[in-house]
């Protein structure tokens, strides 16, 4: 990732963070490790100035906290925000989708020039379930953000999507240290997102909101087992 061949700092400073966020996503940047500018300058061969600026904006997302005399380090969240997180999301939801359907579930208000769209965010809905449903953790966070972003993109307020994304984000930052080690992860991965797509293109309300209070539902019943210790909190047994 070097600085030559025309790319400017903020191209630079964005493709930091994205390869930073995509190492916290990815769980090979671990809560309670701190880093420097400087050792992510040279880890990327790249100056100090768009480093620092890409690990501010990670701060600004929530994603990693800053100690100004001992650098970063990726923000460790606890049962207790997850479950936050997860009734906020809900909360933000269910306020999005009864805006698009009316009392019976019946009427759409998704543009017709938008529903196209929804071809491709069907594409990543089957891809994030496959995923899912083979416990294949990496591929599964990939489409799982897409396939939200794109149907925020669609049928949202943008504003909205992007405090979305963001909880999306922090939550699987907490969900994936707990998932490596979980021997029943598939059994704990959400794979409804093919199902929420049929039910937004058949316009059938009742439906999507059946499967967002599953989803719902799945969120708080994994919060209720790791507060139980199973699996134990991931570096702390």
């Not at 800053?66 to 009734?87: I, K, L, P």
Request: proline content about 5%; hydrophobic content about 45%.
């Amino acid at each position: 990732m070097g600085a030559g061949g025309g790319v400017t700092r903020s191209t630079l400073r964005q493709q930091i963070a994205d390869a930073l966020r995509d190492e916290v996503l990815a769980g090979r940047m671990q809560p309670r490790v701190e880093f420097t500018v400087k050792q992510i300058a040279e880890q990327y061969g790249v100056s100090a100035t768009p480093v620092r600026e890409a690990l501010f904006d990670l701060s600004a997302q929530g994603l990693l906290e800053s100690d100004q005399h001992r650098g970063f380090r990726v923000r460790e969240f606890t049962v207790a925000d997850y479950r936050s997180m997860v009734e906020a999301r809900a909360l933000v939801i269910d306020g999005v989708f009864r805006g698009i359907f009316d009392g019976t579930g019946s009427a759409p208000t998704v543009p017709a020039a938008h529903l196209p769209a929804l071809v491709s965010v069907r594409r990543r809905a089957e891809e994030a379930t496959r995923a899912a449903l083979s416990g294949d953790l990496d591929i599964l966070i990939g489409y799982d953000l897409r396939f939200w972003r794109e149907l925020g993109a669609v049928i949202g307020n943008p504003y909205i999507n992007d405090f979305l994304q963001r909880l999306r984000m922090q939550a699987w930052i907490f969900a994936v240290p707990y998932l490596r080690g979980d021997a029943d992860v598939c059994d704990w991965l959400w794979n409804g997102h093919r199902e929420l797509v049929e039910a937004i293109t058949a316009a059938d309300g009742p439906a999507v909101r059946a499967v967002l209070d599953a989803y719902y539902a799945h969120g708080m019943d994994w919060a209720d087992r790791l507060a139980a210790g199973n699996p134990p909190h991931p570096g702390h047994s």
